[in-house]
C-alpha cells in the first residue's frame, strides 16, 4: 500500500501519471483526490481525474489482505479544466493478499472511461498501457523494498 500512499513515490514508478493531489482526506481510509495521466502511447492525451478513494488495510480482518477501491466522483473546489479532458472511472480497484514475504497476489480492476473514440488500433495501445502499467507496478514495488532496505 506504501507504493501507494506516498505520492512523490508513487510518480517514481508510474510512468502515466503526472501529478496527483490529495484534495480531501477524511481519515486514513477515505480520501479524494485528483490524479492526472498522460499517455504518449495513446494518441496523445492527458486527462484528469477526480477519484474517491476507500482503503481497506485489514480486509475481512485479516493483516495480510488489503482492498483498495476508487471511483470518479464530482467536486466543488475543482470543476473540469479546460485545458485537460476529465475521464470518469467507472469503477477500480487493487487487492493485494501477502502469500508469504517474497509473494503477493493482486488483482487489479479498472474500467475508465477515456472519454475519447479510439480505432482499432489505440484499442490495442490501451491494452497495452494496462499491460506496461502491471510492469511498473510490480517494478515499483521491487523499488520500495530496495530504497527502505525491506
Known amino acids: ?3 501507494f500512499e506516498d505520492l512523490n513515490f508513487r510518480l517514481k514508478w ?3 501519471s503526472s501529478k ?3 484534495i480531501e482526506k ?7 483526490e485528483n490524479y492526472i495521466i498522460y499517455n504518449y502511447m495513446i494518441n496523445p492525451f492527458e486527462r ?3 477519484r474517491k478513494i476507500k482503503v481497506w488495510k485489514n480486509y475481512l480482518g485479516n493483516s495480510k489482505m488489503l482492498l483498495l477501491h476508487y471511483k470518479s466522483v464530482e ?7 479546460k485545458n485537460i479532458k476529465r475521464g470518469n472511472f467507472i469503477i477500480g480497484g487493487y ?3 501477502e502469500i508469504n514475504q517474497k509473494l503477493t497476489k493482486s488483482i487489479i480492476v479498472s474500467h475508465p472511461d477515456f472519454k475519447n ?3 482499432e488500433f489505440t484499442n490495442e495501445k490501451v491494452y497495452e498501457y494496462f499491460h506496461n502499467f502491471i510492469k511498473d507496478l510490480i517494478n515499483g514495488c521491487d523499488l520500495y523494498i530496495k530504497s527502505h532496505k525491506l
Not at 477524511?26 to 479524494?32: A, M
Not at 467536486?75 to 479544466?81: L, S
Open 1 to 3: 500500500m506504501k507504493i
Open 14 to 16: 508510474d510512468k502515466y
Open 20 to 22: 496527483i493531489n490529495i
Open 26 to 32: 477524511f481519515n486514513d481510509e477515505n480520501s479524494i
Open 48 to 50: 484528469d481525474f477526480i
Open 75 to 81: 467536486h466543488k473546489n475543482f470543476p473540469e479544466n
Open 95 to 97: 487487492f493485494f493478499q
Open 117 to 119: 473514440n479510439f480505432d
